[in-house]
């Protein structure tokens, strides 16, 4: 396989040399580098890359070059490689331009002249932009392969769960393709039973359980140890920041997860106005950094499903979907919400099958061309419609309030409107879906009345509800089912009776003992990351002063 490719573009020869010459030295062995001496032969290089399907990973470009200018440069560049991470060369006096780029060319970094030295200002952001390539790049391979129907629940549950949890894969639709006919037919498969996941090894699993695929691409699916100092259910912002805390603070740290790193919030195409991300970042790549920041510190991972949970004096056990148990002093609840569902005849039916709730991002590439209909109006749908966007040939957006301004974040109304492809319907409903084997039609009612819409993809956000009912009624929670903590379980006037300690619960504590609840699980939280990422952060602080008095 050919070696990802880093583009140096100055028409300056001098600056030129010394930009390759630095990304030679650290980037080398790892990376071919090229040069271009202006905007117009870089455009020319990365065409005939292109065409040669070579990949390219960076693209390092001057600002103040005759005829084409490093952002315009960086702009076309992004259209004929849309993955490339893009950083512009400045002087000071171009830095406000470089900023308006940030947003205007969407590029990833910009960085003053000069550099020097470049282990400090050159070498640290460059490779954590192509660590953030590397984690999407998928080269050809001849590795895993999943055979299935992209109208399929069992096939849009598999990819979504390799996609989040950054499995590198081929897709193969049985419908169209001669290629995956073969492969059935070569190892005598059943065409009826799908999806199928073949490994590089020759060997198969055919519409397998998501545990037992998470074991065979190298996932654990088993607690190392049976006790632990802390164990985090749920590996959103939240709980991967308990980890990160946790572990950091040398508490024995085990998180269950049944999905992949980033809960709700993984699935988000692009969050733009989180701390430290002045480009924007996908909910998946934070949350696969936070995966590896945790698991540096020590926390342990595992991919299984809490089911249950109960108290015995001082420990808390954890039950587990393959029955197997697990015990500790804390406990920290973080499961996060999922989507509420579409209350509509069909949508049961159709779901995976064109209904899909959350951003979905697995089924953006296959949605080119099409309509796509997104339900909603808080950020998460904003930011879904701009990725589908992309891809689409037109996004509807379905609101039923008056607009977007009491819902949405004003940057990403900005960014809305600006994209021409994108168009939102203010009061408006879902009230019929309709298909045979996939969504093909959208029943609607608007101010003007009803009407019935062409559509292949459907995607929900309304509202969350939280993830909840295998919890013991020992842990109290409010009508819609989100955990009541620290002064919230007053709300009747008194603790409940099982309540032993002659302290208050602590802030972030449910109403037993030594089990505590983060992020938008709890009752009265602020559905946003840094939020969540501040209370699992907090509630370590919290561990450790019940621990104090165990």
Same mark, same amino acid.
């Given at each position: 396989?050919?070696?990802?490719?880093?583009?140096?573009?100055?028409?300056?020869?001098?600056?030129?040399?010394?930009? *390759?010459?630095?990304?030679?030295?650290?980037?080398?062995?790892?990376?071919?580098?090229?040069?271009?001496?202006?905007?117009?032969?870089?455009?020319?290089?990365?065409?005939?890359?292109?065409?040669?399907?070579?990949?390219?990973?960076?693209?390092?470009?001057?600002?103040?070059?005759?005829?084409?200018?490093?952002?315009?440069?960086?702009?076309?560049?992004?259209?004929?490689?849309?993955?490339?991470?893009?950083?512009?060369?400045?002087?000071?006096?171009?830095?406000?331009?470089?900023?308006?780029?940030? !947003?205007?060319?969407?590029?990833?970094?910009?960085? !003053?002249?000069?550099?020097?030295?470049?282990?400090?200002?050159?070498?640290?952001?460059?490779?954590?932009?192509?660590?953030?390539?590397?984690?999407?790049?998928?080269?050809?391979?001849?590795?895993?392969?999943?055979?299935?129907?992209?109208?399929?629940?069992?096939?849009?549950?598999?990819?979504?769960?390799?996609?989040?949890?950054?499995?590198?894969?081929?897709?193969?639709?049985?419908?169209?393709?001669?290629?995956?006919?073969?492969?059935?037919?070569?190892?005598?498969?059943?065409?009826?039973?799908?999806?199928?996941?073949?490994?590089?090894?020759?060997?198969?699993?055919?519409?397998?359980?998501?545990?037992?695929?998470?074991?065979? =691409?190298?996932?654990?699916?088993?607690?190392?140890?049976?006790?632990?100092?802390?164990?985090? =259910?749920?590996?959103?912002?939240?709980?991967?920041?308990?980890?990160?805390?946790?572990?950091?603070?040398?508490?024995? /740290?085990?998180?269950?997860?049944?999905?992949?790193?980033?809960?709700?919030?993984?699935?988000?195409?692009?969050?733009?106005?989180?701390?430290?991300?002045?480009?924007?970042? /996908?909910?998946?790549?934070?949350?696969?950094?936070?995966?590896?920041?945790?698991?540096?510190?020590?926390?342990?991972?595992?991919?299984?499903?809490?089911?249950?949970?109960?108290?015995?004096?001082?420990?808390?056990?954890?039950?587990?979907?393959?029955?197997?148990?697990?015990?500790?002093?804390?406990?920290?609840?973080?499961?996060?919400?999922?989507?509420?569902?579409?209350?509509?005849?069909?949508?049961?039916?159709?779901?995976?099958?064109?209904?899909?709730?959350?951003?979905?991002?697995?089924?953006?590439?296959?949605?080119?061309?099409?309509?796509?209909?997104?339900?909603?109006?808080? !950020?998460?749908?904003?930011?879904?419609?701009?990725?589908?966007?992309?891809?689409?040939?037109?996004?509807?957006?379905?609101?039923?309030?008056?607009?977007?301004?009491?819902?949405?974040?004003?940057?990403?109304?900005?960014?809305?409107?600006?994209?021409? !492809?994108?168009?939102?319907?203010?009061?408006?409903?879902?009230?019929?879906?309709?298909?045979?084997?996939?969504?093909?039609?959208?029943?609607?009612?608007?101010?003007?009345?009803?009407?019935?819409?062409?559509?292949?993809?459907?995607?929900?956000?309304?509202?969350?509800?939280?993830?909840?009912?295998?919890?013991?009624?020992?842990?109290?929670?409010?009508?819609?089912?989100?955990?009541?903590?620290?002064?919230?379980?007053?709300?009747?006037?008194?603790?409940?009776?099982?309540?032993?300690?002659?302290?208050?619960?602590?802030?972030?504590?449910?109403?037993?003992?030594?089990?505590? *609840?983060?992020?938008?699980?709890?009752?009265?939280?602020?559905?946003?990351?840094?939020?969540?990422?501040?209370?699992?952060?907090?509630? *370590?602080?919290?561990?450790?002063?019940?621990?104090?008095?165990?």
């Amino acid at each position: 396989m050919a070696r990802p490719i880093l583009l140096a573009v100055d028409d300056d020869v001098s600056v030129l040399e010394a930009v *390759v010459q630095d990304l030679r030295r650290q980037y080398g062995n790892t990376y071919r580098v090229m040069r271009a001496a202006g905007g117009q032969a870089a455009l020319d290089t990365l065409a005939q890359l292109k065409t040669r399907e070579e990949p390219v990973a960076l693209i390092v470009s001057d600002q103040r070059m005759p005829g084409i200018t490093g952002v315009e440069l960086l702009e076309q560049a992004r259209a004929i490689y849309p993955e490339a991470r893009r950083v512009l060369l400045t002087a000071y006096a171009d830095t406000e331009a470089a900023i308006r780029a940030i !947003n205007t060319a969407r590029i990833h970094y910009y960085l !003053n002249k000069p550099w020097d030295p470049p282990e400090e200002k050159l070498y640290p952001v460059l490779t954590d932009l192509l660590e953030d390539w590397h984690a999407g790049y998928r080269p050809p391979y001849e590795g895993l392969r999943v055979l299935g129907h992209r109208w399929s629940l069992s096939d849009f549950r598999v990819r979504n769960f390799l996609s989040r949890n950054h499995v590198p894969y081929r897709w193969l639709d049985v419908e169209g393709s001669a290629e995956a006919a073969k492969m059935l037919e070569d190892r005598q498969l059943d065409a009826g039973r799908l999806p199928v996941v073949i490994f590089g090894d020759g060997s198969v699993l055919v519409d397998p359980e998501l545990e037992a695929l998470a074991s065979r =691409v190298g996932l654990s699916v088993q607690a190392a140890q049976e006790f632990y100092d802390l164990i985090v =259910v749920g590996a959103g912002p939240a709980g991967l920041a308990a980890a990160v805390y946790g572990a950091s603070e040398g508490l024995r /740290t085990l998180v269950i997860e049944p999905l992949a790193p980033g809960g709700q919030a993984g699935s988000s195409s692009r969050i733009e106005n989180y701390l430290g991300f002045p480009s924007g970042v /996908t909910g998946a790549e934070l949350g696969r950094r936070a995966l590896a920041q945790a698991s540096r510190f020590g926390a342990e991972f595992v991919t299984q499903r809490a089911t249950g949970m109960r108290t015995e004096g001082q420990y808390r056990f954890v039950q587990l979907a393959d029955g197997s148990e697990v015990s500790s002093h804390c406990v920290l609840l973080a499961p996060g919400v999922q989507y509420r569902k579409l209350e509509v005849p069909g949508a049961d039916r159709l779901t995976g099958c064109g209904i899909y709730y959350g951003a979905a991002l697995v089924e953006a590439r296959a949605c080119q061309d099409e309509d796509v209909y997104v339900v909603g109006g808080a !950020n998460s749908a904003g930011q879904a419609a701009l990725h589908f966007a992309k891809y689409a040939r037109q996004v509807t957006m379905l609101v039923r309030g008056e607009g977007l301004s009491a819902t949405m974040s004003k940057y990403l109304i900005d960014e809305i409107a600006r994209t021409s !492809n994108i168009v939102v319907e203010a009061q408006t409903q879902v009230v019929g879906v309709s298909g045979n084997s996939r969504l093909e039609a959208v029943t609607l009612r608007g101010p003007a009345g009803s009407r019935e819409s062409a559509a292949t993809s459907l995607f929900v956000f309304i509202g969350a509800a939280p993830v909840t009912a295998w919890l013991p009624e020992s842990i109290l929670r409010d009508e819609q089912g989100f955990v009541l903590a620290g002064p919230d379980l007053r709300a009747e006037g008194k603790l409940p009776a099982w309540w032993r300690e002659v302290r208050e619960p602590f802030l972030l504590e449910s109403s037993v003992p030594g089990v505590f *609840v983060a992020g938008d699980v709890r009752h009265g939280s602020v559905k946003r990351v840094a939020s969540a990422v501040g209370e699992g952060s907090i509630a *370590v602080q919290f561990v450790h002063q019940y621990l104090a008095g165990v």
